[in-house]
């Protein structure tokens, strides 16, 4: 599968495979395929392996601190629901700070194009 097919399914939400690598690793071309805002933390927020609360926490992004988010869709990707940093949602976007990579809840961060 070529990556822009495995980037179109990660950022469609998608479970594409791509040689037995599950769509999580792929998370790494689709954020590379992006161009990349300034995400600051409006609260301290774990970032995870996937779009849902339950998912491995990879790393803290700290309150106050930025990190490189990818948001192609100006919104965030769906995810699980939840209700973090006082507000109800399921927007979830690609975030790497520290050396780690993934998804952290749109609501608790504060964004820059």
Not at 50 to 76: H, W, Y
Request: glycine letters at 14%; a positive charge.
């Amino acid at each position: 599968m070529a990556a822009t097919a495995v980037t179109a399914a990660v950022l469609a939400g998608g479970t594409a495979l791509t040689g037995g690598v599950a769509a999580a690793d792929a998370r790494v071309t689709a954020a590379s395929s992006c161009s990349y805002n300034t995400l600051t933390a409006l609260e301290s927020v774990k970032i995870r392996t996937d779009r849902k609360l339950n998912a491995t926490a990879v790393g803290l992004l700290p309150k106050g601190k930025s990190g490189r988010g990818c948001d192609s869709t100006g919104t965030g990707l769906s995810g699980q629901s939840y209700d973090l940093c006082g507000k109800k949602d399921n927007s979830w976007v690609i975030l790497s700070y520290g050396g780690h990579e993934g998804w952290v809840p749109t609501t608790c961060i504060k964004q820059w194009r």
